[in-house]
């Protein structure tokens, strides 16, 4: 299979996660016989630096053609001050706008061997296994805003307003995703105040009808926050508008252990984007302490999701579950007893625990 792959390191340590990701994806083409084309650009603050624009036109314009799209992370207080639309997020924003990134799913899965760095107790964690689907191209980030002075007091504003196409669309998503996994949707909305909300779960209860093998249910955002806490077990799918799974995510990323670990995948009219969902973390840029396995999970999500490469993405994952049961930790995550490495060694033991395991199925004849 040969494929094209835009990476956008963007800053902080999105540049070191980026080229996990990218060892990962190089191996499992080598392994597997794909072919593989890199091309990096510049996003976020790195692209204000070298071009005066978050988001240059050749950036976006490589990755309408790219088969798939990796971004590492925005962001950091050299650009702090500039004004909205012109920082290092608004490259992220129109990137998400510009190839018309309407799904973003986000797995939150818990890795075995990491069950100990869960702020949960064993019992209330459970098997952690689910998935938010985030409408990621309409909502708060893209209302109407703005900003008066009237007679010396300043007032700001964001609206969130859904249409109810945009509505259905996400819907439609996060059904069909509920039907291929336990088949228990939780619509998220905050209906009890927004009338935004009051659309949404209409227009989600009315497609319903659409998908009777799934169970819907509703639940108000705060209540969502708390019960994600108390038993995550209960979730299955968790559908949300843009602000609420920007909240919600975070909040389960916890429950895993750390917002490292998580990966995910963006959809829409043209290439899919692949992001680890945490931040660009400017103080631990270049300090090798930063957690790429959220990085290396949104690498194998894009094997399995966007190439359909099922097998390289499960010899990845796998691969990686024994890494972590060897005991290797990148600093952010470890434990007494752990074997404490940087990021980029981790990524390193995890190649050649793909390497030496292909060889060996190779050589013995199992599995490939
Ligand atoms: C995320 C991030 C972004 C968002 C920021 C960097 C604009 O927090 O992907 O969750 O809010 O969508
Ligand atoms: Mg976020």
């Not at 009890?192 to 009808?209: D, G």
């Not at 963006?266 to 270049?286: N, V």
């Not at 049961?325 to 490495?341: K, L, W, Y």
């Amino acid at each position: 299979m040969k494929k094209t792959i835009v990476l956008l390191p963007g800053d902080g340590i999105g540049p070191e996660v980026t080229r996990a990701a990218a060892t990962i994806l190089r191996e499992s083409a080598h392994e597997f016989n794909h072919r593989f084309e890199f091309q990096e650009l510049p996003i976020g603050g790195a692209a204000i630096d070298s071009t005066g624009k978050p988001l240059p036109n050749e950036t976006l314009d490589a990755c309408r053609k790219a088969d798939a799209v990796f971004l590492g992370a925005v962001g950091g207080p050299k650009w702090d001050a500039l004004p909205l639309g012109k920082r290092p997020e608004s490259g992220l924003l129109d990137l998400r706008k510009g190839l018309g990134l309407f799904v973003n799913l986000r797995p939150v899965k818990l890795l075995e061997p990491l069950r100990g760095i869960s702020p949960l107790k064993p019992e209330r964690l459970g098997d952690l296994d689910l998935e938010i689907v985030r409408e990621l191209a309409g909502g708060m980030y893209f209302g109407e805003r703005g900003n008066i002075t009237e007679k010396g007091v300043e007032r700001a504003w964001d609206t969130e307003s859904y249409t109810t196409p945009e509505i259905e669309r996400i819907a439609a998503f996060a059904y069909t995703r509920a039907e291929s996994r336990s088949r228990r949707l939780c619509s998220v909305d905050k209906a009890n105040v927004l009338s935004s909300s009051q659309l949404w779960r209409r227009t989600v209860t009315a497609m319903s009808a659409v998908y009777p093998s799934v169970k819907l249910e509703h639940m108000y955002v705060d209540n969502a926050a708390m019960q994600l806490t108390l038993r995550p077990s209960q979730f299955d799918v968790l559908l949300s508008s843009n602000m609420f799974g920007d909240i919600l995510s975070d909040a389960a990323a916890a429950l895993a252990g750390s917002i490292g670990l998580i990966p995910s995948a963006s959809f829409g009219s043209c290439a899919p984007l692949f992001e680890p969902i945490h931040g660009s973390a400017p103080s631990l840029a270049g300090t090798d302490s930063a957690n790429p396995i959220g990085s290396i999970l949104s690498a194998t999500l894009m094997l399995r999701e966007a190439f359909g490469l099922a097998l390289e993405a499960d010899w990845a994952e796998q691969s990686l579950q024994r890494v972590l049961a060897s005991g290797f930790r990148t600093p952010d995550i470890t434990e007494p007893g752990a074997r404490a490495v940087g990021g980029s060694v981790f990524t390193e033991i995890l190649r050649e625990e793909m390497q030496r395991t292909f060889e060996h199925a190779e050589r013995y004849g199992w599995g490939v």
